[in-house]
């Protein structure tokens, strides 16, 4: 069974910079894809980034594209989103996801059945 953890979230200032980690366990394959999504209160859940480990190909929403990067550790099973040039707007709980049948469209994975518990991202001064 898939396991999500996300980390690295706190509160920063705004034009500040922190990064998300998602370590997942459980995966049997080196070609699954990751994607961030953060829900801020009142508003509905948005997809912001994905990777896909074979290949590192990513996605970026408008709203985070050229701020934020997605990257990847093979060896650790472990998926970061580095966020800079934070803004007030970024405020929101963070989450990764997976399908854990490892299905992949372009650099995003199929289907949402495995998340994470969240991480609490602040942007504040």
């Known amino acids: 069974q898939v396991h999500l953890v996300e980390s690295g979230g706190g509160l920063v200032q705004p034009g500040g910079s922190l990064r998300l980690s998602c370590a997942a366990s459980?995966?049997?394959?080196?070609?699954?894809?990751i994607a961030w999504f953060r829900q801020a209160p009142g508003k509905v859940r948005e997809r912001i980034s994905c990777?896909?480990?074979?290949?590192?190909?990513?996605y970026y929403a408008d709203s985070v594209k050229g701020r934020f990067t997605a990257s990847r550790d093979d060896h650790k099973n472990t998926v970061y989103l580095q966020m800079n040039s934070l803004k007030p707007e970024d405020t929101a709980i963070y989450y990764c996801?997976?399908?854990?049948?490892?299905?992949?469209?372009?650099?995003?994975?199929?289907?949402?059945?495995?998340w994470g518990q969240g991480t609490q991202v602040t942007v504040s001064s």
């Open positions: 990777i896909r480990t074979y290949g590192g190909r990513t």
């Open positions: 459980g995966i049997t394959s080196d070609d699954y894809a």
């Open positions: 996801s997976t399908d854990p049948r490892y299905n992949i469209v372009g650099s995003c994975p199929a289907q949402l059945d495995s």
